[in-house]
């Protein structure tokens, strides 16, 4: 994070607002400008932590909030310590410490012994816009507070940004949960963040998700969750990506020439101009036939399907991983139009429809046939085509892209039934 100070803007303000508000320093708007309000919650955050409380936010303060990002901090277990009594002193639940810290028996803690705390707040936040170091602290947080769920590299963006994804459950059979291949849909990040919080947070409380036990989910499906495919792209789209980077001017080149697509929020491409859902092996040609003759013969905002099938770094890392695992179903998130697309051309996997059918009852969504224009090359297309298995697009949420954060609790409400019940028929 650069250093930030009164005047401020951007996704960094907002993390550092989501961070001031989850410690109690900050009651105003997360809205990414370091005003006033912003300014007075740093100076009283930084005295107390016996900082020189000058309002600027640099490295020595930026660590002191690192915990309210990370979602938890390292304790030394004192005389009289109990995991109840920590518990209370710190907002949180006994079952909470005793997941992160698996190796610790609470009926024998030994003072000046390091035990994680995790804070109470969830770590999923559906009030900021998302960047690739937002899902980073997400991960790695989810991963300390449930190490037995493992975050996990499995590629790099074409700028070099680390592709990450999730992985937890004990299941047999193999599940990808997949988001934001387009940039400016990128608020299906945070959708399907949240259900991988909700899965494990239930799943240490013996608790319910959608109605359903994640204990019992987890126990039948080993669950992937690839948050963010395309980072680089949302980045853009949210102001976020470094605009002193050759990758940025470039896109700026793109964007110019074709001006009838807004910039930044109508971006969907890969930085370098590739639409990452346009470049899997999956009648590739047809869709370079359809979207040239529309006019998309270049590296573009959106629509270009690149030079060849898998030349686009997200796209090629994203089969990679899927070549190397066993998935029986596989759901890919985009926005927008509460649609589920379940085929590819004429081939009907078995059991699609019924799982498509099912998905929609409970999520109120539609099923439909993708329209012939887009109906080649993306990442469902390819893996029904290649593995004849159940595989969806779901355009979640209605309106115009990228849809506001405002909309985020009526997509989880619809889709957490919609992900549990893929789960459970896979
Ligand atoms: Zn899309």
Redesign the pocket.
């Given at each position: 994070m650069k250093t930030l100070k009164y005047g401020s803007e951007g996704t960094d303000v907002e993390l550092l607002q989501l961070a001031l508000s989850r410690g109690g320093w900050y009651t105003g708007a997360v809205d990414g400008v370091f005003g006033r309000q912003t300014l007075n919650a740093v100076r009283r955050f930084q005295a107390s932590f016996g900082l020189a409380p000058d309002g600027i936010v640099g490295p020595l303060t930026q660590d002191a909030l690192d915990p309210l990002l990370t979602g938890h901090f390292n304790h030394t277990v004192r005389r009289g310590d109990t995991f109840p009594g920590l518990a209370r002193r710190y907002d949180t639940t006994a079952a909470a410490i005793a997941a992160a810290n698996p190796e610790a028996d609470p009926r024998n803690l030994r003072i000046g012994q390091k035990l994680i705390i995790p804070y109470g707040f969830d770590l999923v936040p559906q009030n900021v816009r998302y960047t690739p170091e937002l899902v980073d602290y997400i991960l790695d947080g989810l991963a300390v507070r449930y190490p037995f769920a493992r975050p996990q590299k499995y590629g790099n963006s074409a700028s070099g940004t680390p592709l990450r994804l999730i992985g937890f459950g004990t299941g047999e059979r193999e599940v990808l949960i997949n988001a934001a291949?387009?940039a400016n849909?990128w608020i299906t990040t945070p959708l399907v963040l949240a259900f991988a919080e909700a899965m494990l947070k239930a799943y240490i409380a013996d608790g319910t998700v959608a109605g359903r036990s994640a204990k019992a989910l987890l126990s039948r499906v080993k669950l992937y969750i690839a948050p963010l495919v395309n980072p680089d792209g949302a980045a853009l789209v949210n102001g976020a990506f470094d605009r002193d980077s050759s990758e940025y001017r470039q896109a700026l080149r793109i964007a110019a020439a074709y001006p009838s697509v807004p910039f930044p929020e109508g971006w969907?491409a890969n930085i370098a101009g590739t639409d990452p859902?346009l470049n899997y092996p999956a009648d590739w040609e047809e869709a370079k036939r359809i979207k040239f003759a529309q006019g998309w013969v270049s590296p573009a905002p959106r629509d270009y399907v690149g030079e060849a099938p898998l030349s686009c770094p997200e796209s090629r890392a994203l089969y990679e991983f899927t070549k190397q695992h066993d998935f029986r179903l596989t759901l890919?998130y985009?926005?927008q139009g509460e649609v589920i697309y379940w085929k590819f051309k004429n081939i009907e996997p078995e059991r699609a429809r019924e799982i498509a059918e099912a998905m929609a009852a409970v999520s109120g969504y539609d099923i439909e046939e993708v329209p012939e224009e887009s109906a080649n090359a993306g990442y469902k297309d390819w893996f029904i085509d290649e593995y004849r298995l159940p595989g969806f697009?779901i355009?979640a949420g209605k309106g115009r892209?990228p849809l506001p954060l405002t909309d985020l609790a009526e997509m989880i409400s619809d889709n957490f039934p919609l992900m549990v019940t893929a789960l459970e028929l896979a």
């Open positions: 291949h387009h849909e969907k859902n890919s985009h926005t697009t355009e892209n």
